[in-house]
């Protein structure tokens, strides 16, 4: 471990122990269980990602009585510290909020194997550690039939946090949602470069509105704030957003949401680790296991009506059922073709 690391990690163990009770901390009497969680650098507040694995984390130490911390993440350096720092103090499960973390928890799971860890977003081959992943692409397909259905400018945009394997399920199930509904509609996609970026999120979303798209679908973490911000002054622009339910932050400008249930993978496993059981090895949901979706519409009814609600429905029973299989990279939504139901 380097020198920047060993003394940060001191510091960590300090901070550790004289945190406060409000401080993201909750102590269950009398509980022995104690579940760890440590965020990624959009940290507690995202209203998205980071937001979602805390309100799986807090269902778990109100419903099953467990002692729960989360350590917030400044940098990537911050992550093995975390991490290492949970493992000392013996917590029962520590969760890694985020696929970059993947590197960081398959050494600390390898120092320390009588501890059981879990990462969301990423499969990390140890035995102490479960994988809990998603079928992004499912939910994002009902995103981009909507957005096709709704679009005016038969032009729709897919705005993304970095270029990697993972957002790319993102952007090929939402362009192929839109194919299925209109192939005639335009589908512009463009990477912010990281996950915390607001201004750049706003000035992105900009650029794609300039070039016609009325809707923008995020997944940019807190990135996508900035987003949510430009669409506030464009008229006849809409966002989707991602992970949590974002409908509200500017309601009536949020089309619908992509939920993404990673409060439902965190309170899963959290149930194992509760009742002393053997945890997944690699915990995997999609729409049929609740784990994606979209949100009500509350908002929006006057523009998501009762017949594209009916769509939406029989896309969601073709998926499930297995008529429709989603692409989840760019070499399968270049193969994607409509399917007739």
Not at 56 to 84: C, F, I, K, P, W
Request: hydrophobic share 45%; proline share 4%; net charge positive.
């Amino acid at each position: 471990m380097s020198r920047r690391r060993v003394a940060a990690l001191a510091l960590a163990l300090v901070w550790f122990a004289a945190v406060p009770a409000g401080c993201a901390r909750q102590r269950a009497a009398g509980g022995a269980v104690r579940i760890g969680m440590v965020t990624d650098t959009g940290g507690l507040g995202d209203r998205s990602f980071n937001d979602s694995a805390y309100a799986g984390l807090m269902r778990a130490q109100r419903e099953l009585h467990v002692d729960t911390v989360a350590l917030q993440s400044r940098s990537a350096a911050d992550y093995q510290v975390n991490l290492t720092v949970l493992a000392n103090k013996e917590y029962d499960e520590i969760f890694a909020i985020g696929f970059l973390m993947a590197r960081d928890v398959a050494e600390v799971s390898e120092r320390y194997p009588t501890r059981h860890f879990s990462i969301i977003d990423a499969v990390v081959d140890e035995p102490n550690v479960t994988s809990v992943t998603f079928k992004e692409e499912q939910g994002s397909f009902l995103a981009g039939a909507l957005a096709a259905m709704t679009t005016k400018t038969k032009t729709i945009a897919f705005l993304g946090g970095i270029d990697i394997p993972l957002l790319r399920k993102f952007e090929a199930g939402y362009a192929a949602g839109a194919r299925q509904v209109d192939p005639s509609v335009k589908v512009i996609s463009k990477y912010i470069g990281s996950f915390d970026d607001v201004a750049s999120g706003k000035e992105l979303a900009g650029v794609q509105f300039d070039q016609g798209a009325d809707i923008i679908y995020v997944a940019a973490g807190k990135g996508g704030l900035g987003a949510i911000d430009q669409v506030k002054s464009r008229p006849n622009a809409y966002l989707i957003g991602v992970d949590a339910d974002q409908d509200g932050i500017v309601p009536g400008k949020i089309l619908t949401s992509m939920v993404k249930r990673v409060d439902v993978g965190v309170f899963r496993v959290c149930q194992q680790a509760a009742a002393h059981k053997p945890r997944p090895v690699h915990l995997t949901l999609g729409l049929k296991e609740g784990g994606v979706g979209l949100t009500d519409f509350r908002y929006t009814r006057s523009v998501v009506t009762p017949p594209k609600i009916a769509a939406l429905a029989k896309l969601r029973a073709a998926i499930i059922a297995g008529k429709i299989v989603v692409p989840s990279t760019r070499e399968e939504l270049a193969s994607f073709k409509p399917v007739p139901l």
